[in-house]
């Protein structure tokens, strides 16, 4: 396929600008261009042509069943966009005054308010615009706490199950990190824990249940090992999905949660953004929050910035607003019965789990929460086959594969998150197919090892890409057509 630059004739237009009514003079010279963007020239039609054939060579929770370890992804009910669709909430200019933006700050408050009820916490900022983002929020809540009290603590406890992004968040927050292992059972294994607290404890940070999809048997008893250390506790939410209106992490003593309303409440995402990743805290945290915070004052809801041991502003304006309207629709749609959507994701994973356990080997089995990690190691063992050989044949079956190699404590490993959303149907579809590709594997593995054929590309060499990327485009744009 073409890319649009080699589609570009001069000339050819899609759309006329209006002429300009500001007199050039007003715009200063530094801020104006002194040659056009280098943009492709094109027609409407082959426009319209060429992203609509672009689009249809992609894979999306509105196409297929996208059962990815971790990312949540479920489906993106119609109605959230009709919300955000309302010319109130859409046509708001992010510097409107408080005053004429009451009911947006009254959206984000009560938005604050269920994450808080939700959470078991007691304040909540809205600002980080992702998971990662909220990570790194929290963490920083935490050092500028332990600053506030004279204590130096800089060590902060990661399992070795964590999603990549907690190492890095510590790192970032200038923090350092510090292992704990996992037992058999796939819980934190205690004694490691024991062992590894310290004065230097500046706290936990844990997933729950866990990426291995478990929720620890151990919670209560480790979130006292920190605090007895005098240690804070970090939630990774990102797998609220799982617990919403069942339990929550205040109550199993966490003090920081992050939530990712692009997973847990159903935020359209997977194209890398817009996302968002509020943060819960007990109250004791809540004067280091972001500013501003969304306040209410009887029927008044105000942006305060007066927050004097505030770490600051996270992100622009008061965070991405469009994600709240989304989360708030969704939540609002289940009411008091919130912990249905858990029921259904957990559900529906023990489904897959029992009929995938004949083809597949199971590392930690137990019950698992709205997730788990089956693994090909014995397919790789007899017929040569392995995760990856597993995931790109999924594809000719046309499902979107599940994580991968990761978590890095399971070898071979297949994360796989059906969400609540999808019917029994769909789901009986994937073990199908599923089960078909391990009887190939015995049957015609080199096959296997040439998936995918269905696609417009076949199997990439990923260590080349790696090693000899070809950027060109990217870093050059095409050579303007004069
Ligand atoms: C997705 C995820 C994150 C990171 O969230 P982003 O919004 O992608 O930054 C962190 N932890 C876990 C367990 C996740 O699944």
Known sequence: MELIYEKSKPGRRAAVLPRRTVPAATIPSELRRSAPPRLAEVA????VRHFTELSTRNFGIDTGFYPLGSCTMKHNPRANE????????????P???????????ELMWRLQEILAEVTGLDAVSLQPAAGSQGELTGLLLMR???????????????PDTAHGTNPASVTMAG????????????????????????????????TNPSTLGLFDEGIVAITDTIHEAGGLCYYDGANLNAVCGISRPGDMGFDVVHINLHKTFSQPHGGGGPGGGPIAVRGFLEPFLPIPAVTRDGDRFDLDAHRPLSIGKVRGFAGPFGVFIRSYAYIRRYGPRLREMSEAAVLNANYLL??????????????CMHEFVVSAQSLKRNHGITALDVAKRLMDYGFHPPTIYFPLVVAEALMIEPTETEAKETLDAFVQAMLAIAEEAREQPDQLHEAPRSQPVGRLDEVKAVREPVLRYLFEG???RE
Not at 82 to 93: I, N
Not at 144 to 158: M, P, Q
Not at 178 to 206: C, F, P, Q, Y
């Open 144 to 158: 500028a706490y332990f600053e506030d009290r004279g204590e130096h603590r800089s060590e902060v406890i990661i």
């Open 44 to 47: 409407e039609p082959d426009l």
């Open 478 to 480: 095409h050579p303007r």
């Open 175 to 206: 923090l350092e990190l510090v292992d704990v292992a996992t037992d058999e059972r796939g819980n934190v294994a205690l004694d490691d824990l024991r062992a590894k607290v310290s004065e230097h404890t500046a706290g936990l940070m844990l």
């Open 82 to 93: 009709r919300a955000v669709e309302v010319p109130g909430f859409r046509d708001l200019h």
């Open 354 to 367: 029992k009929h995938l356990r004949e083809a597949y080997d199971v590392p930690y089995d137990r019950i």
């Open 95 to 105: 510097h409107q005054d408080a005053d004429a933006a009451q009911g947006a700050l």
